[in-house]
T-cell receptor, first 113, second 113 residues
Framework: GAGVSQSPSNKVTEKGKDVELRCDPISGHTALYWYRQSLGQGLEFLIYFQGNSAPDKSGLPSDRFSAERTGGSVSTLTIQRTQQEDSAVYLC???????????FGPGTRLTVT | KNQVEQSPQSLIILEGKNCTLQCNYTVSPFSNLRWYKQDTGRGPVSLTIMTFSENTKSNGRYTATLDADTKQSSLHITASQLSDSASYICVVSGEEYGNKLVFGAGTILRVKS
């Protein structure tokens, strides 16, 4: 079956612009996670959704970052007023429930110039 | 402080040779430890997952070991193939972090012919 998909695969934006990153989880997976992977760093947890609610937003680095999930499926990560330090690969993962195996998407490479 | 340390940072081996990657963690109490393989431009894919009570877990040519007393794990790759070239990431889950996954920075393996 289809895995986790993310779009766009690459995004180049100018500093100060807003960007939206999309994640389509595996059908039926209720848990969805966003991570950030900076060059040479481990993956950094950003936010976790269970259904449409986000019980854990503790990883969002600033109030410029927000995410939503609608219909218990697609999720969008929005970064407002992008900064150069936001440049990274943003990975989405889904799992049948929290604590179960997470399946990762291919990521969106964001470059802020 | 990085809660999951991996070594070496990078490794080059000849095709057909074996190699061992190391992971030390401080996450406690510990729930489980996973090894992921991440090909360039792709999301991580799970290789093995071990709970506190498991010492070893195999997946084809990949064998992971866990010593929960010393908080060390290793991933052994036998008869390496060119397709093994990837980043190998050690990931620990523990109650200290609300069972969120804590990622190491990864070991970049290159297998050459």
């Amino acid at each position: 079956g289809a895995g986790v998909s993310q779009s766009p695969s690459n995004k180049v934006t100018e500093k100060g612009k807003d960007v939206e990153l999309r994640c389509d989880p595996i059908s039926g997976h209720t848990a969805l996670y966003w991570y950030r992977q900076s060059l040479g760093q481990g993956l950094e947890f950003l936010i976790y959704f269970q259904g449409n609610s986000a019980p854990d937003k503790s990883g969002l680095p600033s109030d410029r970052f927000s995410a939503e999930r609608t219909g218990g499926s697609v999720s969008t990560l929005t970064i407002q007023r992008t900064q150069q330090e936001d440049s990274a690969v943003y990975l989405c993962a889904s799992s049948p429930r929290q604590g179960y195996e997470q399946y990762f998407g291919p990521g969106t490479r964001l470059t802020v110039t | 402080k990085n809660q999951v340390e991996q070594s070496p940072q990078s490794l080059i081996i000849l095709e057909g040779k074996n190699c061992t990657l190391q992971c030390n963690y401080t996450v406690s109490p510990f729930s489980n430890l996973r090894w992921y393989k991440q090909d360039t431009g792709r999301g991580p894919v799970s290789l093995t997952i071990m709970t506190f009570s498991e010492n070893t877990k195999s997946n084809g040519r990949y064998t992971a070991t866990l010593d929960a007393d010393t908080k060390q794990s290793s991933l052994h790759i036998t008869a390496s193939q060119l397709s093994d070239s990837a980043s190998y990431i050690c990931v620990v889950s523990g109650e200290e972090y609300g069972n969120k996954l804590v990622f190491g920075a990864g070991t970049i393996l290159r297998v050459k012919s």
